[in-house]
């Protein structure tokens, strides 16, 4: 098996603390896809991803939100098993600082295994 590829669909989030929500009905609209290119050893490496949602601002630094985490151990297992995989966008909860939840980002999946090097661009890095 030569790897595969991640999508990770960035669909919405809503009721995050201290985010300014540019939608009328309290939720940020992203609807972005980021695609990365998983070798044979990151698949065995990759257990999760986490995605840090942090609020850009123009004249004040960066703040760190809080952050999501997506198991992948099992969904790889399957999309390497029948060849792809693809889970519909669902809410996961958003962890701050403190531990505490606060919001859900929507995030939706697809891994497909054995596909050409010049699919996608994007980097993933392994921690």
């Given at each position: 098996m030569s790897?595969?590829?991640l999508e990770v669909l960035l669909v919405n989030a809503e009721g995050l603390k201290h985010?300014?929500?540019p939608d009328d009905n309290g939720k940020a609209r992203w609807n972005e896809k980021f695609s990365f290119k998983l070798?044979?050893?990151?698949?065995e490496k990759l257990t999760r991803i986490k995605l840090w949602i942090i609020r850009q601002d123009k004249f004040f630094e960066d703040y760190h939100i809080g952050e999501a985490t997506i198991?992948?151990?099992?969904i790889l297992k399957e999309g390497?098993?029948?060849g792809s995989i693809e889970l519909k966008p669902a809410?996961?909860?958003?962890v701050l600082e403190d531990?505490?939840?606060k919001g859900e980002i929507k995030v939706g999946l697809r891994f497909i295994s054995d596909v050409s090097s010049q699919y996608c661009?994007?980097?993933l890095y392994l921690l």
């Open positions: 790897g595969g590829v985010a300014r929500l070798s044979h050893l990151d698949l198991h992948l151990m099992d390497i098993r029948r809410p996961y909860n958003v531990r505490t939840f661009s994007n980097q």
